[in-house]
């Protein structure tokens, strides 16, 4: 994911501590512990930049489900009876799954956290695993007009996250789609002044007007990310490159449920990209790279539809390629949560959050 460097080659990492520090072929170190990979690919380590982690204790319960059944059963009648030691061993759990599917970096997504023992809880089950995290603090859904509790922010930074070197924090707002105009230029603001990733969804319809009130408020700036898709995503998409926001979707969860359709190639003829996220393993696998495989696939299949519409015959090219679906894994994700200059790629000076993927599977 190296710009610089051929896409596959045979060559050494020289990791000191928690850094890469050369990669070259026959790098000499004597001192240094030897680790064999080979008949392995070496990978940056994913980033599964959107999950609600806390959800993987109903795994696949609403593989069925609607957008409205997910929204009455989940968030209607489960979150009430969530405790902070649910909490806690979701997270775990949920982290534990990442790291085994090869997840190095998470966008934890923690709108469930009604009091500070909840996201305390959450924080020490992303700690436990071990994962590095933003974790974006969220809450339950509440009044348009409730602003995001600034109070428990500022607890955090001082305390539960800054204890924790591989977590950070961020803000999942509720946005302008939830939210008043005044309560999301209020949030953004917040967020901005605190230096913070903020994160929110953008489901079906047109923009509310509160995205042109946090527009001509001038918040959209970096680290800002939301959550994108149908229409409304795609009319907030067209100045995403210019205003240093970062859109990330979710095509596995997407399409089923009904929330529209992924924007991935709306995004690429915008010259942007999408970072990626699993979303909910209440309804679908939460591994980021088989969100890949959906999105790469999903939008082959509408360029050749539309290629074989305007010009009667097939493709002879692929529209995009698996390497690009991997940057959206990858170093889009590393974008998306605000750690660009520390993971997604692997080159000198990176975080060394690497996974070994074995070649010889058979199911590879």
Not at 125 to 135: D, E, H, K, S, T
Not at 199 to 205: A, D, E, I, R
Not at 208 to 217: C, D, H
Not at 249 to 258: A, Y
Request: proline share 7%.
């Amino acid at each position: 994911m190296t710009p610089d460097r051929p896409d596959a080659e045979q060559a050494d990492v020289l990791v000191d501590g928690d850094r890469i520090a050369d990669i070259g072929e026959n790098i000499e170190a004597p001192d240094a512990e030897v680790v064999d990979f080979s008949g392995r690919i070496v990978i940056p380590g994913l980033v599964n930049a959107h999950l609600h982690t806390w959800q993987i204790a109903l795994h696949s319960v609403g593989a069925d489900w609607t957008l409205m059944e997910y929204l009455t059963h989940l968030h209607g009648e489960c979150v009430g009876h969530y405790t902070p030691a649910d909490m806690h061993i979701s997270n775990l759990a949920g982290v534990l799954n990442q790291l085994n599917c090869g997840t190095t970096t998470l966008g934890d997504w923690c709108h469930n956290a009604p009091s500070p023992e909840h996201a305390d809880a959450a924080v020490e089950g992303l700690a436990q695993a071990g994962i590095r995290a933003v974790f974006l603090h969220g809450t339950p859904y509440r009044s348009p007009d409730t602003p995001h509790p600034l109070a428990e922010i500022d607890r955090l930074l001082d305390g539960p996250v800054r204890e924790h070197g591989l977590l950070t924090l961020g803000m999942a707002l509720q946005g302008p789609q939830y939210s008043s105009a005044e309560t999301a230029v209020a949030d953004f603001r917040a967020g901005a002044e605190r230096g913070l990733v903020v994160s929110m969804h953008q489901s079906g319809g047109e923009p509310s007007p509160g995205w042109e009130a946090v527009r001509n408020a001038g918040l959209f700036q970096p680290p800002d990310q939301r959550r994108a898709r149908s229409r409304a995503a795609r009319r907030l998409a067209e100045d995403a490159p210019r205003s240093g926001r970062h859109l990330h979707h979710h095509p596995g969860e997407r399409t089923g449920p009904g929330h529209g359709t992924p924007i991935t190639g709306s995004l690429l003829r915008l010259d942007a990209a999408p970072s990626l996220g699993a979303d909910i393993d209440t309804a679908v696998p939460g591994t980021v790279l088989t969100t890949a495989r959906i999105a790469l696939a999903h939008q082959r299949s509408l360029d050749h539809a539309h290629h074989r519409q305007t010009t009667g015959t097939y493709a002879n090219t692929p529209s995009l390629t698996s390497k690009q679906a991997l940057a959206w894994a990858t170093v889009e994700g590393a974008k998306a949560l605000g750690l660009a200059d520390k993971v997604g790629r692997i080159e000198a000076g990176m975080q060394a959050d690497l996974v070994a993927v074995d070649a010889r599977a058979l199911n590879l």
